[in-house]
C-alpha cells in the first residue's frame, strides 16, 4: 500500500520548477523564430490592403471622369469622389461605398495627384514612416505598382 499512497502523493504534487522553466525557456525559442515571421506576414498584409484600396480608388475615380469627364483637380482630392465639387456637372456619387474617403492601413490620408507624375492620375501613400521612400512595411505603394 506505501507504493499506491505514494504514486497519488506523486500525481498531486503537481510541476516542479525546473520543468516549468524547461517549459518557458522552449515557449521563448519558438516564439523568438516565429514571432517575426508572423509579424512580417502582417506588415505585407497591410501593403497588399494598400494596394487594394488604391485600386479601388483608381476604379472610383474612372466612373467619376465617366460622368463629369475629367479627372478631379489636385485641389479637389479625392473627396470629390463623395462630395460634388463645384464645377463638376454631370456628377453622380457618391462613388464610394462608405461616403467618406478611406484612410490607408497606417492610418493616414491617401494622397492623389492630377495630372500625375507616374502616369494619368497618381493615388499613393508613404507606408508605415508616412516619408517618401522606404523598404518594407516603410515603402511606397502606389498605383503605378
Known amino acids: 500500500?506505501?507504493?499506491?499512497?505514494?504514486?497519488?502523493?506523486?500525481s498531486q504534487q503537481g510541476f516542479t520548477l525546473m520543468e516549468l522553466l524547461v517549459v518557458l525557456a522552449i515557449l521563448g525559442l519558438l516564439m523568438s523564430l516565429v514571432g517575426p515571421r508572423v509579424l512580417n506576414q502582417l506588415?505585407?498584409?497591410?501593403?497588399?490592403?494598400?494596394?487594394?484600396?488604391?485600386?479601388d480608388l483608381e476604379q472610383s475615380l474612372e466612373m467619376y471622369k465617366l460622368d463629369v469627364g475629367r479627372f478631379p483637380s489636385t485641389d479637389e482630392g479625392l473627396k470629390a469622389l463623395v462630395r460634388k465639387p463645384a464645377n463638376a456637372a454631370g456628377?453622380?456619387?457618391?462613388y464610394l461605398?462608405?461616403?467618406?474617403?478611406?484612410?490607408?492601413?497606417?492610418?493616414?490620408?491617401?494622397h492623389y495627384?492630377?495630372?500625375?507624375?507616374?502616369?494619368?492620375?497618381?493615388?499613393?501613400?508613404?507606408?508605415?514612416?508616412?516619408v517618401p521612400g522606404g523598404e518594407g512595411e516603410?515603402?511606397?505603394?502606389?498605383?503605378?505598382r
Open 138 to 144: 516603410d515603402a511606397d505603394v502606389g498605383n503605378w
Open 97 to 110: 461605398k462608405s461616403n467618406e474617403v478611406p484612410l490607408d492601413p497606417w492610418n493616414n490620408e491617401y
Open 43 to 55: 506588415g505585407g498584409a497591410k501593403t497588399k490592403t494598400a494596394a487594394i484600396q488604391i485600386k
Open 113 to 130: 495627384k492630377y495630372p500625375g507624375e507616374k502616369g494619368e492620375i497618381d493615388i499613393f501613400t508613404y507606408g508605415q514612416n508616412g
Open 91 to 94: 456628377w453622380n456619387g457618391p
Open 1 to 10: 500500500m506505501t507504493s499506491a499512497s505514494s504514486q497519488r502523493r506523486r
